[in-house]
């Protein structure tokens, strides 16, 4: 795992396993899109396509304003703030981590209504 810090345990909820269960998770979004469109089975390709959908759905109730940035920031493992500032984003750096966190609690929560 790269250099990326877990979130804070109280205020987030999360524990530090669980942030890179979420963390990994999200790494698959690329695979997730290309099995949606390659695998032969209908079903698998509707269980993929509802993977990467809730992805990108946290991500835009996260913040909208910076959706592209922040979902390469969550799917591309060596997609820095460096990185997405250089591409253009628009937001300064606490705006973006502040995001970043609340879109893997987002996720979290999402993900373990469903279980």
């Known amino acids: 795992m790269p250099n990326v810090r877990s979130l804070n345990p ?9 942030f890179k ?8 979004y690329d695979e997730w899109k290309e099995r949606n ?3 032969p089975q209908e079903e698998k390709r509707k269980a ?4 990467y959908r809730v992805v990108e ?4 109730e996260t913040h909208a304003k910076i959706y592209p940035w ?7 493992e060596k997609a820095t703030y460096k ?10 750096k606490s705006i973006y981590y502040e995001a ?3 879109f893997y609690k987002l996720l979290s929560e999402k993900i373990h209504r469903k279980l």
Do not use: W
């Not at 993929?48 to 993977?51: D, G, L, P, Q």
């Not at 990185?83 to 300064?92: D, F, I, Q, S, V």
């Open 70 to 76: 922040l979902l390469e920031a969550v799917t591309v």
């Open 48 to 51: 993929f396509k509802k993977r």
């Open 100 to 102: 970043r966190r609340e």
């Open 57 to 60: 759905e946290t991500v835009r």
């Open 10 to 18: 109280i205020k987030y909820k999360m524990s530090e396993n669980r």
């Open 37 to 39: 469109i390659t695998d």
């Open 21 to 28: 269960e979420m963390y990994f998770h999200c790494l698959q």
């Open 83 to 92: 990185r997405l500032k250089e591409l253009g984003m628009p937001c300064g």
